[in-house]
Nanobody, 130 residues
Framework: QVQLVESGGGLVQAGGSLRLSCAAS????????MGWFRQAPGKEREFVAAITWSGSRSYYAYHADSVKGRFTISRDNAKNTVFLQMNSLKPEDTAVYYC????????????????????WGQGTQVTVSS
């Protein structure tokens, strides 16, 4: 069983930065996908970014159009941890951010679907004040 533990959320002013971390415990995927989704009050959970890998060297990153150029997903293979660096934050980025993982390569439009991921973290709150 994989447990995902998120950290790094908080309150920040518009234009500021935060870095979210998601550590996967108890199991290391040699091939897999990890991603970030977010859910604002009254809205559906939406895709933010994801990263896929096969072995220790091949990484492919995907970002939602709404965060391209501001957010960057990355992975530390040795620590089995994924990061989401969030810059130029806007009030509309306010949401609970969830880490997700799966032990296979999720490709194409499937990477944006919550149903493509078997494992989920508890979520971390990000609040951006104007």
């Amino acid at each position: 069983q994989v447990q995902l533990v998120e950290s790094g959320g908080g309150l920040v002013q518009a234009g500021g930065s935060l870095r979210l971390s998601c550590a996967a415990s108890e199991r290391t995927f040699s091939t897999g996908t990890m991603g970030w989704f977010r859910q604002a009050p009254g809205k559906e959970r939406e895709f933010v970014a994801a990263i896929t890998w096969s072995g220790s060297r091949s990484y492919y990153a995907y970002h939602a159009d709404s965060v391209k150029g501001r957010f960057t997903i990355s992975r530390d293979n040795a620590k089995n941890t994924v990061f989401l660096q969030m810059n130029s934050l806007k009030p509309e980025d306010t949401a609970v951010y969830y880490c997700a993982a799966d032990g296979k390569l999720v490709v194409g439009s499937l990477i944006r679907r919550t149903g493509s991921y078997d494992y989920w973290g508890q979520g971390t709150q990000v609040t951006v004040s104007s």
